[in-house]
């Protein structure tokens, strides 16, 4: 789920922060999202269904307000911001797993042991623990905070360098 374009920017600003003050540019490689559904193969010529998929599961569901409030961390290597638990969020990440795995068979093992945690990544994977050591006491207090509303779940595709918007899917308009 993207955050509005005008937000993506301030958040972008934030992981260039990284990439020059702290060498960690990974962050660069996606645009600025909170993760429903972890990365996953799939056959690209299989994407029309995984679309279609997508496209009815989005358009059972109101657009929903995300409330982003400060940074969290995953330690030693993760910096993120930090969306609250709302029910709408979280229920909206529960049924995308059960309608994946119900319509496509896709089945993450790995969040089946794990609750979900939403977070907008800002550095993570190349940021050494040193580099957290230093950077995370200026941001674990730093003031981050601001509403959206998502008006659509987004299919992001990697190709090899970068994950990039494949499809968008409108949550119903009312």
Not at 5 to 10: H, I, N, V, Y
Request: net charge neutral; with cysteine; hydrophobic share 40%.
């Amino acid at each position: 789920m993207l955050p509005p374009t005008d937000l993506q920017a301030e958040i972008t600003e934030i992981k260039q922060y990284f990439a020059r003050e702290y060498q960690s540019s990974h962050a660069l490689k996606s645009p600025p999202h909170i993760t429903l559904y972890p990365p996953f193969k799939w056959l690209p010529e299989n994407l029309p269904q995984l679309n279609q998929c997508l496209c009815e599961f989005a358009a059972n569901y109101a657009p929903i307000t995300v409330t982003l409030d400060g940074f969290g961390a995953f330690a030693p290597r993760v910096i993120f911001i930090h969306p609250l638990k709302t029910p709408e969020l979280m229920t909206l990440q529960g049924d995308l797993m059960g309608y994946l795995a119900s319509n496509l068979g896709l089945v993450d093992e790995r969040s089946k042991n794990q609750s979900f945690a939403p977070h907008i990544t800002v550095a993570f994977k190349d940021l050494t623990p040193s580099a957290f050591k230093a950077a995370w006491p200026k941001f674990r207090d730093r003031p981050f905070s601001t509403q959206f509303t998502a008006h659509n779940l987004t299919l992001l595709i990697h190709d090899r360098q970068r994950w990039n918007i494949c499809s968008q899917f409108p949550f119903l308009q009312s």
